[in-house]
């Protein structure tokens, strides 16, 4: 189980939890749940589906007070517009970035010659992976707070060409204070190194 489905699966039980805990005994099977990657926070439809349009936003606001968060990857739950939101905590962010980031790290991609810039893919899972390699290994500042975004992708499987491409430019545009953080930059590289043995090998 990766950390993005133990997360889900988080979110899951301690809904069921909160909504057993107010009574109501006949749930969906699956609870509905929706990542905002940007904001990292899981969003909830179980209210609306328990009790229907016009009485989710009170349920929504009951549900998120009978919330328990201790020892999960969430800080804090709220109500907003019928739905219960689960803000996901640094915690769980760094120590996924710190996962991702361990482990035997794949070789790195030979600098690939061709037009060196964001729109050239092998360049750019190469150089990535270089540069980001040496960001990790160099003693540095872990930042203060890691962005949510790049940090979720990361921990969600693989997608297409276009997709990762679009997560490499993602962390290139982070501020340096965040670029440079060991974990993060870590993750990155492996993610990087993994994708272009994927797409160019």
């Known amino acids: ?20 805990s107010l009574g109501f005994a006949d749930l969906p099977e699956s609870i509905p749940l929706r990542l905002r990657t940007e904001t990292g926070t899981l969003v909830s439809g179980l209210a ?4 229907g349009r016009g009485d989710a936003d009170a ?3 009951r549900l998120a007070k009978a919330l328990a968060l201790e020892d999960t990857p969430f800080d804090r739950g709220t109500a907003r517009g019928g739905l219960v939101l689960l803000y996901i905590s640094q915690p769980w962010l760094r120590e996924t970035a710190e996962t991702l980031a361990s482990g035997p790290l794949p070789p ?8 060196r810039n964001r729109d050239d ?4 899972l190469a150089y990535t992976a270089r540069r980001c390699r040496t960001l990790a290994e ?5 930042a203060e707070e890691l962005p ?4 979720l992708r990361l921990a969600a499987p693989p997608g297409d060409r276009e997709r990762e491409g679009r997560l490499m430019r993602e962390y290139w545009s ?3 204070r965040m670029r440079r953080d060991p974990a993060l930059a870590g993750a990155v590289s492996r993610r990087a190194a993994e994708n272009y043995d994927r797409f160019f090998r």
């Open 1 to 20: 189980m990766n950390q993005l489905t133990d997360c889900y699966r988080s979110a899951a039980e301690w809904l069921t939890a909160a909504a057993h």
């Open 48 to 51: 609306p589906a328990l009790a």
């Open 59 to 61: 349920l929504a606001g």
């Open 108 to 115: 790195l991609p030979e600098l690939e010659p061709g037009p």
């Open 121 to 124: 893919l092998p360049f750019l």
């Open 138 to 142: 160099r003693p540095g500042q872990r």
């Open 148 to 151: 949510p975004g790049p940090v």
């Open 174 to 176: 982070l501020p340096l």
